[in-house]
């Protein structure tokens, strides 16, 4: 079905929106997928917080060109489905590393985290990246460590003043 002119500005604003604040982008390519696959990847995009679509890769250049995903144009090759990460910048490689596991349709073709474009070979790296309260949790154990180490320190004096006492005791 042929879009207007209007509809595709709509759809390259709503995209350049939705790629402005989004933390990362993840491309893939569906040729092959069946419809009931395609609808199970989007329930689980839904799920992950990952805004999945399928766009035109024209409609996508225009989208990109004022964003920090710009040099992604060179990729744009294909039927192509998008996936932006809104919460953590690796949801959207996770998404597909693992749907690909169990559809070898899906095929990444390509990544980026605003500060470049990057291959296929780096999804495992980005798809690894931890969630913002993983990243947290990480964070406060951090902060955590020192704090019980001196606590620990700090208590075994007395502990040890009582130990000798107590050897003391034992030998009269």
């Known amino acids: 079905m042929a879009l207007g002119l209007a509809a595709k500005k709509a759809i390259v604003k709503k995209i350049n929106d939705v790629a402005s604040n989004a933390l990362s982008v993840a491309v893939a390519?569906?040729?092959?997928?069946?419809?009931?696959?395609?609808t199970q990847l989007r329930r689980q995009a839904r799920e992950q917080g990952v805004y999945l679509k399928v766009i035109r890769n024209t409609l996508a250049k225009r989208a990109f060109a004022d964003t920090k995903f710009g040099d992604m144009d060179a990729a744009l090759v294909g039927p192509l489905v998008y996936g932006f990460s809104l919460d953590a910048p690796g949801s959207a490689a996770r998404l597909f590393k693992d749907f690909a596991k169990q559809n070898k349709h899906l095929k990444v073709t390509a990544l980026s985290i605003g500060n470049g474009l990057m291959g296929a070979d780096k999804l495992e790296a980005v798809a690894s990246l931890p969630t913002r309260d993983e990243a947290l949790a990480k964070l406060l154990a951090t902060f955590k460590a020192p704090v019980s180490k001196f606590v620990r320190t700090i208590n075994e004096v007395p502990t040890k003043f009582v130990r000798v006492l107590s050897a003391i005791k034992d030998a009269k």
């Open 29 to 38: 390519e569906y040729r092959g997928m069946e419809v009931a696959d395609m």
